[in-house]
């Protein structure tokens, strides 16, 4: 039996409303799988930018610890530096007080006597020869030889051993510096300085080695 005209509008508004359907869930289904696309790449996007923004400050902290350690190597560096240059300083200061002091020393006859004693005695056992020469200023020959024949005899007893001194007055120390002797063996090879002047020196020595 052949479909009257109204039997074929509703079977056309029926398969149209059936097609309107399937179409729009087709079209839920495409926003629900493009929402979760996006989803899934805007979260792989960010975890990506965190990582990198991490990353990032992870290299700025680095470089301002190193840029830290490296101020703070520098100015320790400048620390010491000044603690050096203080030192020395003080080192210098003290030797030219020293050296004005030692310039005193010789202008008190008895107290050089006694001091010139001691710096004989000294050269005479460090060497331990039978015959010496002695070396010092001009003016402090007829001092020295007081000095010499006082401690020949402490020198014999001490050691067993007899000495011969004799100044050599042909090649005396400058008369510029402060005072002492400087002793010599038999052919002059040997030689023990005892200058106020070389005393010095070791004692300055001394207390830089004990400062460092």
Same mark, same amino acid.
């Given at each position: 039996?052949?479909? #009257?005209?109204?039997?074929?509008?509703k079977?056309i508004?029926h398969?149209?409303?059936?097609?309107?359907?399937?179409?729009?869930?087709? @079209?839920?289904?495409?926003?629900?799988?493009?929402?979760?696309?996006?989803?899934?790449?805007?979260?792989?996007? @960010?975890?990506t930018?965190?990582?990198?923004?991490?990353?990032y400050?992870?290299?700025?902290?680095?470089?301002?610890?190193?840029?830290?350690k490296?101020?703070?190597s520098?100015?320790? %560096?400048?620390?010491?530096?000044k603690?050096?240059k203080?030192?020395?300083?003080?080192?210098?200061d003290l030797?030219?007080?020293?050296?004005?002091r030692?310039a005193?020393i010789?202008k008190?006859?008895?107290?050089?006597s006694?001091?010139?004693?001691?710096?004989?005695?000294q050269?005479?056992?460090?060497l331990l020869? #039978?015959? *010496?020469? =002695?070396?010092?200023?001009?003016?402090? =020959?007829?001092l *020295?030889q007081?000095?010499? +024949?006082?401690?020949?005899?402490?020198?014999?007893? #001490?050691v +067993?051993? +007899?000495?011969?001194?004799?100044?050599?007055?042909?090649?005396?120390?400058?008369?510029?510096?402060?005072?002492? @002797?400087? @002793?010599y063996?038999?052919?002059?090879?040997?030689?023990?300085? %005892?200058?106020?002047?070389?005393?010095?020196?070791?004692?300055?020595?001394?207390?830089?080695s004990?400062?460092?």
């Open positions: 039996m052949a479909l #009257s005209d109204a039997d074929v509008r079977q508004k398969m149209m409303a059936f097609i309107e359907q399937e179409a729009a869930e087709k @079209v839920e289904e495409i926003d629900a799988k493009a929402e979760e696309e996006f989803n899934i790449e805007k979260g792989r996007l @960010v975890q930018q965190r990582v990198k923004i991490m990353e400050y992870e290299k700025k902290e680095k470089q301002i610890e190193q840029h830290k490296i101020q703070m520098h100015l320790l %560096n400048q620390a010491r530096l603690v050096l203080a030192r020395d300083d003080m080192i210098m030797v030219k007080e020293a050296q004005q030692l005193d010789a008190d006859p008895d107290n050089y006694v001091l010139l004693q001691g710096l004989l005695l050269g005479f056992y460090q020869e #039978s015959k *010496v020469t =002695v070396r010092c200023r001009p003016q402090d =020959v007829e *020295v007081a000095a010499i +024949n006082k401690v020949i005899p402490i020198y014999k007893e #001490s +067993n051993i +007899n000495i011969l001194v004799k100044i050599d007055e042909q090649r005396f120390l400058p008369s510029d510096i402060c005072g002492g @002797v400087e @002793v063996n038999d052919n002059g090879k040997i030689k023990v300085t %005892n200058t106020l002047e070389r005393r010095l020196e070791l004692i300055t020595q001394q207390v830089v004990i400062m460092l």
